[in-house]
């Protein structure tokens, strides 16, 4: 049975099928475990939360990981004349 808004509550502009999609998408996100994670770690902060601080916290991009943890390069030597 599909969701209906109680009257007079909703975005002006969603005809029934427009919320009714809506409210599908966003319940069909929370279904998926890390999606619902991220809701609530977003959810909880007190300051926001940035896109990288996200991808970090799940280890979404570990290739960015790598690249954190590299130590520095070897000082530039001067080469003898």
Same mark, same amino acid.
């Given at each position: ?5 109680? /009257? %007079? +509550? %909703? *975005?002006? %502009? !969603? #005809?029934? #099928?427009?919320?009714?999609? @809506?409210?599908?998408s966003v319940t069909s996100a929370f279904g998926d475990p890390t &999606? $619902? #994670?991220?809701? !609530? !770690?977003? &959810? #909880? /902060?007190? +300051?926001? +939360?940035? @896109?990288?601080? +996200? ?6 991009? *570990?290739?960015? $990981? @790598? =690249? =954190? /943890? &590299?130590?520095? *390069? *070897? @000082?530039?030597?001067?080469? /003898? &004349?």
């Amino acid at each position: 049975m599909p969701f209906s808004p109680p /009257s %007079g +509550v %909703g *975005p002006a %502009g !969603l #005809d029934h #099928d427009e919320f009714s999609a @809506a409210v599908t998408s966003v319940t069909s996100a929370f279904g998926d475990p890390t &999606r $619902r #994670d991220i809701y !609530l !770690l977003i &959810r #909880d /902060s007190t +300051v926001g +939360v940035t @896109a990288g601080e +996200v991808a970090e916290h799940f280890e979404l991009h *570990p290739t960015s $990981r @790598a =690249t =954190t /943890s &590299r130590s520095s *390069p *070897p @000082a530039a030597t001067s080469s /003898s &004349r």
